[in-house]
């Protein structure tokens, strides 16, 4: 049987577009039909923004790649209507152990708070991933939606000028060209968009090398993650073992900077580094290795007239933290309202630069945590070290310094705190839903609030009176409408009440706060809507 | 806001410096500095404070 990544699922088909004379024009045309292009398709197709998909590849994630998913882009997956797969899918994971040397400094539980839809965290393929995403484009398309991916397409070339940017595009029939109002580069780290353009991917270079082997094996260990600092199957270095379903297990050691690839991913020296590790006698088939290195870097602007950048085409971190993919969605998730405003002409193109400002914040969040975790899994200078046992050895006895212990800050959404489309905030408030904020989930009636939000602009109200619905120079706003007598464990209080004895939220389609009050006030949820669109 | 205190504060100098010497007598260089490292993330974790840390911190560079 073949693994699933090495199926053909979207192969290289001719199009009408190779028999036109001048190139065809699109809305929207995304380059790379990894897990953050496909996200972006699906929200713009579910808006009726149509969008073209083009790929050189025609299979999902070669590998597992990412495995770590955060609640939060589980979320953005409920919208684009593709959670419930990965969630059914998924191994839940809360427990964690950290080892030093050769003993067990202490174990940790991410006590998931109660009172939201989805979990903190769930471990899947990335293959798995895509192959959902997928799955959703061709249900998108038996339902008419104007969404076409085509594999076996490779862009070569790009050129913008104000109103359109122009791709040529490579196939097994020869080169074509198509032109868009706007293409968006999801087309991975190495972005070969961001090289055509000359633009900068600037940062820092980790000099370290790391392993990963990705086995199947019947194990007894627990479903839990197990970080080791300087065990002796890898002295010096630190190793990771983490579960996936389908009894796949991601092992992943560190290296060092002098290594011999080659004779690394040699898979009797493989064998060597796993039975080192979990004993002589266990049985495992290798499923996917690799090495790789990492960077932690971004580009300067990820809006670059016509042509945007998202995903790891814009940002890359270490993978320790599951900040990657994680991130890239909540770029698509950001970016995808936006261009359905301006391709309408209900927002100035300008909101664009919005797009920039809140995920240039968020990618710096990820590469400082992202950095910062690597500097202690990997100390740089010998007093870095020091200070790393010392905080070792004391948490195998004390919980003081367990929090500093860090094998990877897990990724949590990202605030947009001094946003330009921020609108006003209530004092009364509890801090973490303050405008910038993704909406954090609670039970409402009949289900759950996120469910109840997403796609177009929302006036959320608690315990207070608003119109059904209002209209903002062409932009509709539609009530949600809760109560206290129907919040009986107190979540809406908690999360969204604090002091205040009422609410109203303007809620934008991705989900995250624009601007909240304790009472309705007509002229200010106007201006408020109008600063949230960049008016 | 809480200030570091860079008076004197503790009762018998003599007695805290000879403790302080002590627990590193026959300590190689390399343990005394994991114990050194050790005793400040576990005062520093005492004073909590991050506002008296970054003093402390400062002080310490010589930077005031
Ligand atoms: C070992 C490892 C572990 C990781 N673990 C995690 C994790 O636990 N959690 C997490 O969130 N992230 C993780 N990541 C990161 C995650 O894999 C990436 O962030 C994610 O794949 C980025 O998605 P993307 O869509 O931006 O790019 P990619 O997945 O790289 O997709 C880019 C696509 O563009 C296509 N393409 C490239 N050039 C062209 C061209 N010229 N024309 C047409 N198409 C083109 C490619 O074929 C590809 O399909 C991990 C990464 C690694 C390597």
Same mark, same amino acid.
């Given at each position: 049987m073949s693994k699933i990544f090495e199926v053909p699922l979207y192969p290289y088909q001719r199009c009408a !577009?190779?028999?036109?004379a001048t190139p065809v024009r699109h809305k929207v045309v995304v380059v790379g039909a990894g897990p953050v292009g496909l996200a972006l398709a699906i929200d713009l197709a579910m808006q009726d923004v149509p969008v073209v998909v083009i790929d050189e590849n025609d299979k999902v994630s070669w590998g597992s790649r990412a495995i770590c998913f955060a609640k939060r882009p589980l979320e953005i997956l409920d919208r684009l209507g593709c959670g419930d797969p990965m969630v059914d899918k998924g191994v839940v994971w809360n427990l964690g152990k950290v080892y030093f040397d050769e003993r067990q400094v202490f174990g940790f539980n991410l006590l998931p708070e109660e009172g939201h839809k989805r979990p903190a965290f769930i471990n899947l393929q990335q293959y798995y991933m895509e192959q959902y995403l997928v799955d959703r484009v061709r249900q998108l398309q038996a339902e008419g939606k104007p969404i076409e991916l085509r594999g076996g397409n490779k862009v070569v070339e790009v050129t913008q000028d104000d109103e359109r940017a122009e791709l040529t595009i490579s196939t097994p029939d020869g080169p074509y060209r198509v032109q868009a109002d706007f293409a968006i580069a999801c087309d991975g780290a190495a972005s070969p968009i961001r090289t055509m353009m000359g633009l900068d991917f600037v940062g820092r270079v980790f000099e370290d090398n790391f392993l990963i082997a990705d086995v199947v094996m019947e194990a007894k260990f627990p479903t839990e993650r197990w970080f080791w600092f300087d065990p002796p199957f890898n002295r010096g270095q630190s190793a990771l073992l983490h579960k996936q379903p389908d009894n796949v297990w991601r092992i992943d050691f560190q290296l060092?900077? !002098?290594?011999d690839r080659a004779e690394e991913l040699k898979p009797e020296n493989i064998d060597r580094r796993l039975k080192a590790m979990l004993g002589d006698d266990i049985s495992y088939e290798l499923e996917w290795s690799s090495i790789y290195t990492f960077q932690c870097r971004r580009m300067d602007k990820f809006h670059q007239g016509r042509v945007i950048f998202a995903g790891d085409a814009a940002h890359q971190v270490s993978p320790f933290g599951a900040r990657g993919a994680n991130s890239g969605l909540q770029d698509t998730d950001n970016l995808a309202w936006k261009l359905k405003l301006v391709i309408d002409g209900k927002a100035p193109v300008t909101l664009l630069d919005s797009y920039d400002a809140e995920r240039v914040h968020g990618a710096d969040e990820n590469i400082l945590n992202s950095s910062r975790s690597t500097d202690f899994i990997t100390p740089k200078s010998e007093i870095s070290r020091i200070f790393r046992d010392a905080v070792l050895d004391l948490s195998e006895r004390y919980e003081a310094t367990r929090p500093m212990v860090n094998s990877g800050r897990l990724s949590v959404p990202c605030t947009y705190d001094g946003s330009p489309l921020n609108g006003d905030d209530c /004092?009364?408030? $509890? /801090? @973490?839903? @303050? $405008?910038g904020s993704p909406m954090v989930d609670a039970p409402v009636p009949g289900g759950w609030l996120l469910d109840r939000t997403g796609f177009g602009f929302q006036l959320m109200t608690i315990d207070e009176n608003a119109p059904e619905a209002l209209d903002v120079d062409g932009i509709e706003v539609k009530r949600l409408a809760l109560t206290t007598p129907g919040d009986a464990d107190g979540y809406l209080k908690q999360r969204y009440l604090g002091d205040a004895n009422s609410a109203v939220y303007l809620v934008r389609p991705d989900q995250h706060v624009a601007a909240r009050w304790d009472h309705y006030d007509e002229a200010a949820v106007k201006a408020a809507l109008l600063k949230a669109i960049g008016r | 806001m809480t200030a570091l205190n860079t008076k004197a504060n503790i009762n018998g100098p003599d007695e805290f410096y000879a403790d302080l010497l002590s627990v590193h007598e026959g300590l190689t260089k390399e343990q005394s500095d994991a114990l050194n490292a050790r005793l400040i993330l576990l005062m520093a974790n005492h004073i909590g404070d991050r506002e008296v840390l970054s003093q402390a911190l400062r002080a310490a560079a010589l930077k005031d």
């Amino acid at each position: 049987m073949s693994k699933i990544f090495e199926v053909p699922l979207y192969p290289y088909q001719r199009c009408a !577009d190779q028999d036109q004379a001048t190139p065809v024009r699109h809305k929207v045309v995304v380059v790379g039909a990894g897990p953050v292009g496909l996200a972006l398709a699906i929200d713009l197709a579910m808006q009726d923004v149509p969008v073209v998909v083009i790929d050189e590849n025609d299979k999902v994630s070669w590998g597992s790649r990412a495995i770590c998913f955060a609640k939060r882009p589980l979320e953005i997956l409920d919208r684009l209507g593709c959670g419930d797969p990965m969630v059914d899918k998924g191994v839940v994971w809360n427990l964690g152990k950290v080892y030093f040397d050769e003993r067990q400094v202490f174990g940790f539980n991410l006590l998931p708070e109660e009172g939201h839809k989805r979990p903190a965290f769930i471990n899947l393929q990335q293959y798995y991933m895509e192959q959902y995403l997928v799955d959703r484009v061709r249900q998108l398309q038996a339902e008419g939606k104007p969404i076409e991916l085509r594999g076996g397409n490779k862009v070569v070339e790009v050129t913008q000028d104000d109103e359109r940017a122009e791709l040529t595009i490579s196939t097994p029939d020869g080169p074509y060209r198509v032109q868009a109002d706007f293409a968006i580069a999801c087309d991975g780290a190495a972005s070969p968009i961001r090289t055509m353009m000359g633009l900068d991917f600037v940062g820092r270079v980790f000099e370290d090398n790391f392993l990963i082997a990705d086995v199947v094996m019947e194990a007894k260990f627990p479903t839990e993650r197990w970080f080791w600092f300087d065990p002796p199957f890898n002295r010096g270095q630190s190793a990771l073992l983490h579960k996936q379903p389908d009894n796949v297990w991601r092992i992943d050691f560190q290296l060092g900077w !002098d290594i011999d690839r080659a004779e690394e991913l040699k898979p009797e020296n493989i064998d060597r580094r796993l039975k080192a590790m979990l004993g002589d006698d266990i049985s495992y088939e290798l499923e996917w290795s690799s090495i790789y290195t990492f960077q932690c870097r971004r580009m300067d602007k990820f809006h670059q007239g016509r042509v945007i950048f998202a995903g790891d085409a814009a940002h890359q971190v270490s993978p320790f933290g599951a900040r990657g993919a994680n991130s890239g969605l909540q770029d698509t998730d950001n970016l995808a309202w936006k261009l359905k405003l301006v391709i309408d002409g209900k927002a100035p193109v300008t909101l664009l630069d919005s797009y920039d400002a809140e995920r240039v914040h968020g990618a710096d969040e990820n590469i400082l945590n992202s950095s910062r975790s690597t500097d202690f899994i990997t100390p740089k200078s010998e007093i870095s070290r020091i200070f790393r046992d010392a905080v070792l050895d004391l948490s195998e006895r004390y919980e003081a310094t367990r929090p500093m212990v860090n094998s990877g800050r897990l990724s949590v959404p990202c605030t947009y705190d001094g946003s330009p489309l921020n609108g006003d905030d209530c /004092a009364l408030m $509890p /801090a @973490r839903t @303050r $405008p910038g904020s993704p909406m954090v989930d609670a039970p409402v009636p009949g289900g759950w609030l996120l469910d109840r939000t997403g796609f177009g602009f929302q006036l959320m109200t608690i315990d207070e009176n608003a119109p059904e619905a209002l209209d903002v120079d062409g932009i509709e706003v539609k009530r949600l409408a809760l109560t206290t007598p129907g919040d009986a464990d107190g979540y809406l209080k908690q999360r969204y009440l604090g002091d205040a004895n009422s609410a109203v939220y303007l809620v934008r389609p991705d989900q995250h706060v624009a601007a909240r009050w304790d009472h309705y006030d007509e002229a200010a949820v106007k201006a408020a809507l109008l600063k949230a669109i960049g008016r | 806001m809480t200030a570091l205190n860079t008076k004197a504060n503790i009762n018998g100098p003599d007695e805290f410096y000879a403790d302080l010497l002590s627990v590193h007598e026959g300590l190689t260089k390399e343990q005394s500095d994991a114990l050194n490292a050790r005793l400040i993330l576990l005062m520093a974790n005492h004073i909590g404070d991050r506002e008296v840390l970054s003093q402390a911190l400062r002080a310490a560079a010589l930077k005031d």
